[in-house]
């Protein structure tokens, strides 16, 4: 069965006078190659319609569980947010920013979600997990 997914997901992400634009803008789209990336005085943006590689990162990563607490405790009707950590994306990882902002700033990712529901979109870009494997809903 194949699913149709509309999405769309904002990034931003603030560039500092000590920072270098084209590093930020390689953070962004090391966990989004699909955002269509734009630099601004002073920030970064980018826009995507898939977080495919995203998912991945997860899976690999292992970290499933904790980035459905974060989609899930950052839920606004039919759209979630979260943070990343800049540092962790410029090396294709994922690392969620939680409690303190980061030094370096964070990435800010908001996704609103057209179809499907936006708790079968999380369920599909991070699935529930037993034992630490996803599982089938």
């Known amino acids: ?46 826009e995507a319609h898939a977080m495919d590689h995203f998912s991945e990162l997860l899976h690999r990563q292992e970290i499933l569980d904790t980035a459905r607490g974060e989609f899930f405790s950052n839920r606004d009707g039919d759209s979630f947010s979260f943070a990343l950590k800049k540092q962790a994306a410029f090396e294709d990882h994922v690392n969620f920013s939680v409690g303190e902002p980061d030094e370096l700033g964070e990435i800010a990712v908001r996704v609103r979600v057209d179809e499907p529901s ?9 699935p529930p997990t037993e034992d ?4 089938d809903a």
Do not use: K, L, W
């Open 118 to 126: 936006i708790e079968e979109y999380i369920d599909h870009i991070a």
């Open 1 to 46: 069965m194949s699913e149709i997914y509309r999405v769309d997901v904002e990034v931003t992400a603030p560039v500092y006078d000590t920072e270098v634009t084209s590093r930020v803008i390689d953070a962004v789209a090391n966990i989004f190659p699909n955002a269509d990336i734009e630099a601004e005085f002073g920030e970064v943006r980018g």
């Open 132 to 135: 630490g494997r996803p599982v």
